[in-house]
């Protein structure tokens, strides 16, 4: 089992930057992959970023602006989300899955309770 736990969501103004921060329980982080993905109200979940030993993925709605990393030793993956729009308002969800990425909320196993982000104009 893995327990995942979000921080860093907020209220912020279009143009910041907000650092999002998840907590991954177990001796095996090393070798999962973890995803960034954010629900909007009344819309689908979406994937924002992956990044496993396949390299960094990212939606094409974020792409020059969040970039996701790890640190193993502290079994942490990040979320840093520069200029942001308030297209960017969501849950933002951390998960995880064992070996590649995917995309899809479908190929993940194991999931955060998800940290509010709020972009004002």
């Known amino acids: 089992q893995v327990q995942l736990v979000e921080s860093g969501g907020g209220l912020v103004q279009a143009g910041d930057s907000l650092r999002l921060s998840c907590a991954a329980s177990?001796?095996?982080?090393?070798?999962?992959?973890m995803a960034w993905f954010r629900q909007a109200p009344g819309k689908e979940r979406e994937f924002v970023g992956a990044?496993?030993?396949?390299?960094?993925y990212y939606a094409d709605s974020v792409k020059g602006r969040f970039t996701i990393s790890r640190d193993n030793a502290k079994n942490t993956v990040y979320l840093q989300m520069n200029s942001l729009k308030p297209e960017d308002t969501a849950v933002y969800y951390c998960?995880?899955?064992?070996?590649?990425?995917?995309?899809?909320?479908?190929?993940?196993?194991?999931w955060g309770q998800g940290t509010q982000v709020t972009v004002s104009s």
């Open positions: 998960a995880a899955r064992p070996g590649y990425h995917g995309f899809d909320v479908d190929s993940y196993d194991y």
């Open positions: 990044i496993s030993w396949g390299g960094r």
């Open positions: 177990g001796r095996t982080f090393s070798s999962y992959a």
